[in-house]
């Protein structure tokens, strides 16, 4: 069982940038696809961005261009760079990464962004 820590998050004016950080803990990173989600108050949790466990990766049409997945094995963490956010942006952001043997889905407690001026 993998055990997951989101950082990063915080208050930002638009145009902004934050870094987020999930660390995982506790079995093999590289056997994981992770994902970032967000929930966003009043709405559903959605997919922001996906990296598989050979480092392909997929976003949400509404930060292509904008946010950055990517993975670092050797430390046990992905990352989600946000450039040009923007009010629409603020949520709740969650880390999730999924076993790729069993397909059993692990989620982070999550990590408040919020974008104001």
């Known amino acids: 069982q993998v055990q997951l820590v989101e950082s990063g998050g915080g208050l930002v004016q638009p145009g902004g940038s934050l870094r987020l950080s999930c660390v995982a803990s506790g079995s093999i990173f590289s056997i994981y696809a992770m994902g970032w989600y967000r929930q966003a108050p009043g709405k559903q949790r959605e997919l922001v961005a996906a990296?598989?466990?050979?480092?392909?990766?997929n976003y949400a049409d509404s930060v292509k261009g904008r946010f950055t997945i990517s993975r670092d094995n050797a430390k046990n963490t992905v990352y989600l760079q946000m450039n040009s956010l923007k009010p629409e942006d603020t949520a709740v952001y969650y880390c999730?990464?999924?076993?790729?043997?069993?397909?059993?889905?692990?989620w982070g407690q999550g990590t408040q962004v919020t974008v104001s001026s």
């Open positions: 999730k990464a999924t076993k790729i043997t069993t397909r059993r889905d692990y």
């Open positions: 990296v598989t466990s050979g480092g392909s990766t």
